[in-house]
């Protein structure tokens, strides 16, 4: 099954976690959204996982990027 998430997932209306996960990303490490999220969309890819947020914590991780304060958010979108 191949997902693949593209920047219409984000930036539409409210901002929802991910939205912030990719912005701090972005300012971090000086990269656009597109960037960000196509990093994203190869981590998940590798991963195989499918919650595109948890990945996106992970490459925050990866990056330096502080997101703790994101995790619940996430834990709860993700576990409902």
């Known amino acids: 099954m191949d997902i693949s ?3 219409e997932y984000i930036g539409g209306g409210e901002e929802n976690v991910l ?3 990719i912005s701090r990303i972005a300012e ?3 990269k ?3 960037e960000v999220l196509s990093e994203i969309n190869k981590k998940h890819e590798e991963l195989n996982l ?6 996106a914590l992970i490459v925050a991780r990866e990056k330096g990027v502080n ?3 994101l995790i619940d958010e ?3 979108k993700v576990l409902g």
């Open 5 to 7: 998430f593209d920047l």
């Open 19 to 21: 939205d912030r996960i």
């Open 28 to 30: 971090k490490t000086g």
């Open 32 to 34: 656009n959204a597109r």
């Open 50 to 55: 499918l919650a595109v947020e948890v990945v």
């Open 67 to 69: 997101v703790s304060d």
């Open 74 to 76: 996430v834990e709860k």
